[in-house]
């Protein structure tokens, strides 16, 4: 009788349990985003975010995009330890975009505040100069036929001339006044020279971690002077490929994904747009994993 009720009392402790609510095991531990970056060219961008911690596989990270934040598309992004990266093609040009990182675990999801770009122009054609219009041939006029000559008339004859009169002293003639001389037309101005460029390019920087390789130049001047800037980058420093840069603050930044092991060189190059500057060649090694 003894054995009964012990077993009824441990099939009703376990029945109640069973029955607890578990917590949770998915409860989503959120790594904050720390900066959220942007490189638009004519058609496309890429975007990238860092996060201060690393997220695992199971957890989603991208963006949403789109010409107004009411009316975004949600896309995902490459994952790379505490950095996403998303590149956007097929973007018109000259247009404004919103976008914001995002990460969720499938249940709960956050995400940062709104950033917008604007994808660069297509340079315009210049338009084919018009052709002149050829000149009628003139053709020679033809000679008037001159007019037959009249015959004189029988002259009378003439009266005995009266004695002249003995003619006066002339006067002096008056010497005509010499011509003045036209005034010398003024040289044409000059077009004013453009604002003197004056941005120095300073420290050069680079960190390379998830296979991004990010480079930086120090900026010293007035960078609202400069119209482009650029990395030239590659193995050999005879031979190197121009990557496009973007403004930050007072540096300019740039971004590369896929390298393999080997020594790198690479350069930052700025421009006024009628004056180029550019730093001195560095070098950087990149080890195997």
Known sequence: MKLSTFIICL??????????????????????????????EINKALLVSDLKHYIDKSTEAGF??????????????????????????????NTTYYFKAYVTNGLNEI???????????????????????QPENPGPDEPE????????????TPETP?????????????????????SEPEPPQEPGE??????????LSTHYGNDILELTAELEGDVSLITDCWFMVGVNPDKLTRIKGAIEGNS??????GLGEGTYHYKAVITNGVETKESDTCQIVIYPN
């Open 11 to 40: 099939i009703a402790s376990l029945s109640a349990i069973s029955c607890t609510k578990t917590p949770d095991c998915r409860e989503f531990l959120a790594p904050e985003i720390v900066s959220i970056t942007s490189l638009p």
């Open 64 to 93: 949403y995009i789109g010409k107004d934040k009411t009316n975004l598309m949600r896309c995902q992004a490459e994952v790379y330890g505490q950095r996403f990266r998303l590149e956007v093609l097929n973007l018109e040009e």
């Open 111 to 133: 995400a940062s505040g709104f950033e917008s770009f604007k994808t660069e122009t297509l340079p315009e054609q210049p338009s084919e100069p018009e052709v002149p219009e």
């Open 145 to 156: 036929t001159p007019e037959e000559p009249s015959v004189p008339d029988e002259p009378e």
């Open 162 to 182: 009266d004695t002249p009169e003995m003619p006066e002293d002339p006067s002096e003639p008056v010497n005509p006044s010499e011509p003045e001389n036209p």
């Open 194 to 203: 453009p604002a003197e460029f004056t941005v120095k390019i300073s420290n």
């Open 252 to 257: 300019v930044k740039a971004y590369l994904v």
